[in-house]
Nanobody, 127 residues
Framework: QVQLVESGGGLVRAGGSLRLSCAVTARTASTYALGWFRQAPGKEQEFVAAISWDGSSTDYANSVKGRFAISKDTPKNTMDLQMNSLKAEDTAVYYC????????????????????WGQGTQVTVSS
């Protein structure tokens, strides 16, 4: 069992920055891949960024490349998403996700492959 809790969402003007954090709590020690997804009103959920268990591999949606940066702190069991140069189209509820028992170096970009999800945090970018 893995529990995920997001924080850091809020309201920001276009061009501004926000940093999202995801606290990961696992009952049993295991390796897991992590990712961020988002869903805007009336739109399907979409992949944002993903990181491997050891942090050696990352992947980003084309729409956020160069603006967002994913990172993780394994000892602290946290994952962050630094979002810069935010645009109105980045407005959405952001979710972190985890899949257990994934070997180092593997990133997962499809939501169906994830086993656990956080409750989401709202990010609103005003234009």
């Amino acid at each position: 069992q893995v529990q995920l809790v997001e924080s850091g969402g809020g309201l920001v003007r276009a061009g501004g920055s926000l940093r999202l954090s995801c606290a990961v709590t696992a009952r049993t020690a295991s390796t897991y891949a992590l990712g961020w997804f988002r869903q805007a009103p009336g739109k399907e959920q979409e992949f944002v960024a993903a990181i491997s268990w050891d942090g050696s591999s990352t992947d980003y949606a084309n729409s956020v490349k160069g603006r967002f940066a994913i990172s993780k702190d394994t000892p602290k069991n946290t994952m962050d998403l630094q979002m810069n140069s935010l645009k109105a189209e980045d407005t959405a509820v952001y979710y972190c996700a985890a899949k257990q028992f994934v070997r180092s170096g593997v990133v997962i970009t499809t939501p169906l492959q994830y086993d656990y999800w956080g409750q989401g945090t709202q990010v609103t970018v005003s234009s």
